[in-house]
């Protein structure tokens, strides 16, 4: 969620609008709050993204995986299936957010891609630190391809995606999934992922406290939250960019923001799956922000439309 402080103001007019928006919101930094109270401010950014596009089906179910019970949110869309699936992850630093802050992006996948999308609440920190995230994305994966038949789906074409936390658990699940044999998956999309728990590269160093992205303390706020201690910093299922091996995952699409302080990580990543021969392609988005696919910004209409496309285009092979 973006905070106010130093809201340095984009070149793209809608942008900038939404930016001076928000600082005259008078949010205080994020560091300040609780995980309750930050929770909050997010569920009350959800009117500033726009009337959501109707979809022909959703559900909300709770599923059984090891361990607990876990809320999904099915989004079925129009015509008869079974249809392609798109487990989504979504974002919020792992402390914050869930499926009613991601409900229009989801709409979006569903109806572009012509895919069933599953939404998955997975459990938040600090309540529930890490590895809880990571296993429940991936036990949620098991259960979509387990039960694709219940949903209208096809378990033979599966994708994964999320938008920034939900991005970098993407990404782990596509690591555990090829590591354990299953499910296989055909593609993943990664919206401006975090995958990089070091905190060291260009884009986060220039652009933390800037352009709505969160401060430095903000960063260590969320990350203090998340982790057990300092060492899982360097965990590939908390920080995917550092995994020694990129062969063998599904072909992938990034997308990134060119003021967003976590551009670098995803880029990073992208020429790291094409040298292990992972088809993958990276869009930058010039005068976009962290967050912006959420948005109603001209600019993220044409990354839905990106997005879904590589989907359906994955999905037909």
């Known amino acids: 969620m973006p905070e106010t402080k130093q809201a340095t103001i984009s070149s793209n007019p809608q942008v900038r609008a939404y930016l001076e928006r928000i600082a005259r919101s008078d949010f205080g930094g994020l560091h300040t709050l609780t995980p309750d109270q930050a929770r909050q401010g997010l569920r009350l950014q959800i009117p500033l993204l726009g009337p959501p596009e109707h979809v022909a089906k959703?559900?909300?179910?709770?599923?059984?995986?090891?361990?607990?019970?876990?809320?999904?949110?099915?989004?079925?869309?129009?015509?008869?299936?079974?249809?392609?699936?798109?487990?989504?992850?979504?974002?919020?630093?792992?402390?914050l957010g869930g499926l009613d802050t991601h409900d229009g992006l989801c709409r979006s996948l569903?109806?572009?891609?012509?895919?069933?999308?599953v939404s998955v609440?997975?459990?938040l920190a600090p309540e529930h630190k890490f590895p809880a995230a990571p296993d429940a994305c991936f036990a949620a994966t098991q259960w979509v391809a387990e039960n694709a038949d219940n949903?209208?789906?096809?378990?033979?074409?599966?994708?994964?995606?999320?938008?920034?936390?939900?991005?970098?658990?993407?990404?782990?699940?596509?690591?555990?999934?090829?590591?354990?044999?299953?499910p296989a998956l055909l593609f993943q999309l990664l919206i401006?992922?975090?995958?990089?728990?070091?905190?060291?590269?260009?884009?986060?160093?220039?652009?933390?406290?800037?352009?709505?992205?969160?401060?430095?303390?903000?960063?260590?706020?969320?990350?203090?939250h998340y982790l057990n201690s300092e060492d899982e910093k360097l965990d590939r299922?908390?920080?995917?960019?550092?995994?020694?091996?990129?062969?063998?995952?599904?072909?992938?699409?990034?997308?990134?923001?060119?003021?967003?302080?976590?551009?670098?990580?995803?880029?990073?990543?992208?020429?790291?799956?094409?040298?292990a021969g992972v088809p993958v392609t990276v869009t930058r988005y010039q005068g976009m922000i962290h967050e912006f696919i959420r948005h109603p910004f001209d600019d993220s209409r044409?990354?839905?439309?990106?997005?879904?496309?590589?989907l359906k285009k994955a999905f037909s092979r």
């Not at 709770?62 to 876990?70: D, K, S």
């Not at 378990?155 to 999934?177: C, E, K, P, Q, W």
């Open 151 to 182: 949903i209208e789906g096809d378990a033979t074409r599966i994708a994964v995606a999320g938008d920034s936390a939900g991005g970098n658990l993407a990404a782990v699940v596509a690591h555990m999934a090829r590591d354990r044999g299953g």
């Open 302 to 310: 044409k990354a839905r439309l990106e997005a879904t496309a590589a």
């Open 237 to 275: 299922r908390v920080s995917p960019l550092l995994a020694p091996d990129l062969a063998g995952l599904p072909a992938t699409l990034i997308i990134t923001a060119e003021y967003d302080a976590l551009r670098d990580e995803g880029e990073q990543y992208g020429q790291k799956l094409k040298e």
């Open 121 to 123: 609440d997975y459990p």
């Open 192 to 224: 401006y992922p975090d995958l990089d728990f070091r905190r060291t590269n260009a884009s986060i160093r220039e652009l933390a406290g800037k352009y709505g992205n969160i401060t430095r303390d903000g960063q260590h706020w969320f990350m203090d």
């Open 58 to 95: 959703t559900e909300d179910r709770t599923i059984r995986l090891p361990g607990r019970q876990t809320p999904i949110r099915i989004y079925t869309p129009a015509g008869s299936g079974p249809f392609p699936i798109v487990v989504f992850f979504h974002g919020g630093g792992f402390v």
């Open 110 to 117: 569903a109806n572009g891609a012509e895919a069933v999308v």
